[in-house]
């Protein structure tokens, strides 16, 4: 079998056609996504928008309405819980995000072992990327075009507020509305990305492609280029990896991520542990004696 019979057989099957369109869909939302987060300091943040979103799908199926408004809701209602017990007691940040996330995600855990449903909602934690059915998938298209369209839409306003909340204070932006306005799409991106990956591995996708990124070049604009472009690769890859080998897709495009990521964390000319180091000898070499 050559390289084209390698790359076009998967394609003659139509699951594997909606799943390559969800798993592109969702790396691309979740790496853009992530560039802001990594900047932030939001990654603990994006572990529990992620995992709260749980009981939402979980009460979604129960009550017969697309899932994405249940994950929606929940995805509010954590971040609204999280602010609260952070400015209404002595709670700092990180430990009022594990309190809720947390009590959140075990919530949803039980709604799962007590709701009865033909449906395996054990996928919702694990992800179901090659179950995704034709009105799933222009679902998640349509929130992702939302949810990226909003992103780069307002992305120096978001810019602004990652680098200096305060200058952007200053010229009259709203540095509350505009931290609320990217919880809001992180809750819209987790969504888009439930499907591909299970609400375990939503994260990885959500920190992954940013920091890959952030290791690649200083330059905001690169960064929100590198991201997606090295997300949607390893997306393709690990789908295709995990139709040849009969692995779990959502689980592999998860590993692809963090395997070019130790690379660019080695070899990254700039950042890479072993990268500076064969510059610094490199240039060494250059320099005359």
């Not at 019979?5 to 799943?19: R, S």
Request: contains cysteine; charged residues 10%.
């Amino acid at each position: 079998m050559n390289l084209v019979d390698l790359l076009l057989e998967p394609l003659g099957y139509g699951f594997m056609i909606n799943a390559l369109a969800t798993a592109v869909t969702a790396a691309a939302v979740c790496a853009v996504l992530s560039c802001w987060l990594v900047l932030i300091g939001w990654s603990l943040m994006g572990d529990a928008v992620s995992h709260a979103v749980l009981p939402g799908v979980v009460l979604a199926y129960v009550f017969s309405v697309p899932f994405a408004i249940g994950a929606l809701l929940f995805g509010f209602l954590a971040v609204a819980l999280i602010g609260a017990v952070r400015d209404t007691s002595r709670i700092k940040e990180d430990a009022a995000i594990g309190i809720v996330f947390s009590t959140l995600f075990a919530l949803g855990l039980v709604l799962i072992s007590v709701t009865p449903s033909q449906t395996d909602l054990g996928h919702i934690i694990f992800g179901n990327l090659l179950g995704v059915s034709k009105p799933e998938l222009i679902q998640i298209v349509l929130l992702g075009v939302l949810a990226l369209g909003a992103l780069l839409l307002k992305r120096r306003d978001f810019t602004l507020f990652a680098f200096d909340a305060t200058h952007a204070h200053a010229i009259g932006l709203n540095p509350r509305l505009l931290g609320a306005a990217l919880l809001g799409l992180l809750a819209l991106t987790s969504v888009v990305a439930l499907q591909a990956v299970g609400v375990i591995l939503v994260v990885a996708m959500l920190i992954i492609p940013g920091a890959t990124a952030h290791l690649l070049t200083d330059r905001f604009g690169r960064m929100l280029l590198i991201a997606p472009a090295v997300s949607v690769a390893c997306a393709v890859i690990g789908l295709y990896i995990s139709y040849y080998l009969d692995t779990a897709s959502g689980g592999m495009i998860v590993l692809t991520q963090g395997a070019v990521f130790a690379l660019v964390y080695l070899f990254s000319p700039t950042q890479g542990l072993l990268g500076r180091r064969i510059s610094r000898s490199a240039r060494r070499l250059r320099t005359p004696k």
